[in-house]
């Protein structure tokens, strides 16, 4: 096969490095415009895929606690029949299972450590159906709470900060006070601690209480119920059934996602995302435009060869095709070696980091502050094509000026001083 002459002279300029200290040093220039690329395209991948692992791991934690969709009971009131409203939600085919809840904000106070929760009050025979964490702990801890024992599940961490097990007694204290001769005073209940849950996500390990639903409704004075959870096929359809859910079962009821739970945060990850994907962008322009000096000085360097070329009958477009050819390869090889770096970081980052975390005695990830406690890594391809097609564009558009000049090399002049 007959390769264009373009591209042959092309690829012997991009590997050249002998003939003297000026083709070396121009060599060395384009190595490192390479390397550039290369860095700047593993790290945009690397970034990346961080953060949409971190993204994935926060979200299938938070969804391994709490439901898909939950429905409300109109102004937080005690539903009349749950048992029928669920019915009527079980018949949408993307739901496949509901169960029962009451959610409140409260206290819970061991001697002097007092600290917030919500407490949800569920039912151990349902709850499984409608999140993975009540599946996992349906045999053993939810099976402690039964109705009037007043057990309470609490996660770890509120556990541990409260310096409780399994057996001790804590204190309850509800927002809606008791009326008195004296006055308003708070209404309080000592509860057994039934059960210890770990979730992995710091926010409801450190701040979620469980108990039978039945003793939630005593304890904070309602009838009944307040919503029921809703587990769905497809986690992503989440707010497109909690839509068609909210026109099917009437004004009466308040309908919300898992989308809307915690939506700040989301929204902020998203907003990280593009910033960074902004910021990393530049590097990789600022590497792929250093081809610029690199191509300019090859130009420089090569004048007598380009005239050469002319007065053998090269026209300037072939000319433009070398230079163009040398620019786009260093292009392509710095995408190709940043492809595999990043890639081979991004995958095996669940062995990197906890390996930098021994060697600098460090957290790099303390889970009270990122809500999990390990780096997370979720290549996609949605952003893996787009930056390896960014990083050629602009290695192909860095080539565009330098081929033009030396496709207007004057074959005479070039040739005066040789």
Request: net charge neutral; glycine share 10%; aromatic share 6%.
């Amino acid at each position: 096969m007959q390769w264009p002459y373009e591209l042959l002279i092309g690829w012997r300029y991009t590997r050249a490095g002998r003939g003297g200290r000026r083709n070396a040093f121009i060599s060395f220039i384009s190595g490192v415009s390479m390397l550039g690329i290369a860095l700047g395209v593993a790290a945009l991948i690397i970034v990346l895929s961080v953060m949409n692992g971190f993204q994935k791991e926060v979200r299938d934690r938070m969804l391994s606690v709490v439901a898909h969709v939950e429905v409300f009971g109109g102004g937080g009131a005690a539903l009349a029949d749950w048992r029928a409203l669920a019915a009527q939600a079980m018949q949408h085919p993307e739901v496949r299972g509901a169960a029962p809840f009451i959610a409140a904000q409260a206290l819970v106070a061991r001697g002097e450590d007092m600290r917030g929760v919500v407490v949800r009050g569920i039912d151990p025979a349902e709850e499984p159906k409608v999140t993975p964490l009540a599946a996992e702990l349906a045999g053993t801890v939810l099976a402690e709470l039964r109705p009037g024992d007043w057990g309470i599940v609490l996660g770890g961490e509120l556990a541990r900060s409260l310096g409780v097990r399994v057996g001790d007694a804590v204190t309850i204290v509800t927002p809606n006070g008791q009326v008195t001769p004296a006055g308003v005073v708070p209404r309080l209940k000592q509860m057994t601690v039934a059960g210890v849950f770990e979730s992995g996500h710091y926010e409801y390990d450190s701040g979620l209480a469980l108990m039978h639903v039945d003793d939630a409704a005593r304890l904070f004075r309602v009838e009944g119920p307040t919503g029921v959870q809703l587990r769905l096929d497809d986690q992503q359809d989440a707010r497109t059934v909690a839509a068609e859910l909210a026109m099917s079962l009437g004004p009466d009821v308040a309908v919300r996602d898992w989308t809307r739970t915690n939506r700040n945060w989301f929204d902020a990850v998203q907003l990280e995302k593009r910033m960074m994907f902004i910021i990393l962008t530049l590097i990789v322009a600022v590497a792929a435009f250093n081809l610029v000096s690199t191509l300019v000085m090859t130009v420089t360097d090569k004048q007598a060869d380009i005239a050469i070329l002319r007065t053998l009958g090269a026209s300037p477009r072939s000319i433009m095709g070398i230079f163009m050819v040398q620019g786009a390869l260093s292009g392509v090889l710095g995408t190709l070696g940043g492809l595999a770096l990043g890639l081979l970081v991004a995958l095996n980052i669940d062995v990197i980091v906890p390996a930098l975390e021994r060697l600098f005695q460090a957290s790099f990830l303390p889970g009270s502050i990122y809500l999990i406690n390990r780096m997370p890594s979720d290549p996609q391809m949605a952003d893996i094509a787009p930056i390896a097609l960014i990083s050629l564009v602009l290695a192909f558009v860095a080539t565009l000026y330098p081929s033009w000049r030396a496709s207007r090399v004057q074959p005479a002049q070039a040739l005066r001083y040789e």
